[in-house]
């Protein structure tokens, strides 16, 4: 059995952390005293997975973080807030990300006519409504309208809303959204949020290129269509 690590090497470690991002957080201490290479191999992870720079903006990947940040009510992140800022975002932006969060929330409130009321409102459109109280909220942004179906991407992987989230990523396509785009934006949902909902928005995104609902480039394609990718679950709601 291992023994536990001298305070001076505790020290060392959490400084190590602490030169990296900038702060620390309550599990970085622990995993130093109890999981050293767990916080090894965890600290490598969040590097790869936020903090290097690939392709999103600054800008556009904290405007995704805060989206994240609000649909799953996590506050200790706040300094998301600072580097949105930092790249230029300002508060009616932090605003608006709020405002997805809260939309992504109700969606709901726009599978319930369909679901129970059909036979009342025949005309009624789910998507055509979930649409319509977006586009609502976003009027007169100058927010891109793809980065806009990112965020609201990632806030629905936050809630599990799988049929929403299938809207998001046909809407990226159809606003130009390139395909490592989006993988960059929705694969910071993986701690946040979970891996498990992750590998489900993997799922549905595959789901999309292999029924031909999007047009996915070749090499998308060949990552759908390769088999053996796990199993599709009629009661998901895709």
């Not at 975002?89 to 969060?101: C, F, M, P, T, Y």
């Not at 129970?116 to 942004?141: E, F, I, V």
């Amino acid at each position: 059995m291992a023994d536990a690590p001298s305070s001076d090497e505790v020290r060392r470690r959490l400084a190590e952390v602490r030169a990296k991002r900038g702060y620390l957080l309550p599990h970085h201490g622990l995993l130093a005293i109890a999981a050293p290479e767990l916080l090894a191999a965890y600290d490598a992870t969040y590097t790869a997975l936020t903090l290097t720079p690939r392709r999103l903006s600054a800008h556009d990947k904290e405007f995704v973080w805060l989206a994240i940040l609000v649909a799953t009510d996590e506050a200790l992140a706040s300094h998301h807030i600072a580097k949105f800022r930092d790249a230029g975002g300002g508060d009616s932006a932090i605003e608006l990300a709020v405002r997805l969060a809260g939309h992504a929330a109700s969606a709901p409130r726009y599978a319930f006519p369909a679901e129970h009321w059909q036979r009342h409102l025949p005309g009624y459109d789910r998507a055509r409504a979930y649409r319509a109280g977006l586009a609502a909220l976003t009027a007169g942004s100058k927010i891109a309208p793809g980065l806009i179906e990112m965020a609201m991407a990632v806030a629905q992987i936050c809630r599990r809303g799988w049929w929403e989230l299938a809207e998001h990523i046909k809407g990226a396509y159809a606003s130009g959204v390139d395909e490592l785009d989006l993988v960059e934006a929705i694969q910071l949902t993986m701690f946040p949020a979970s891996v498990p909902n992750f590998v489900e928005a993997c799922a549905v995104w595959r789901d999309l290129i292999a029924s031909g609902a999007v047009a996915a480039s070749p090499t998308f394609k060949l990552w759908a269509e390769t088999p053996g990718q796990g199993g599709f679950d009629e009661a998901s709601g895709r």
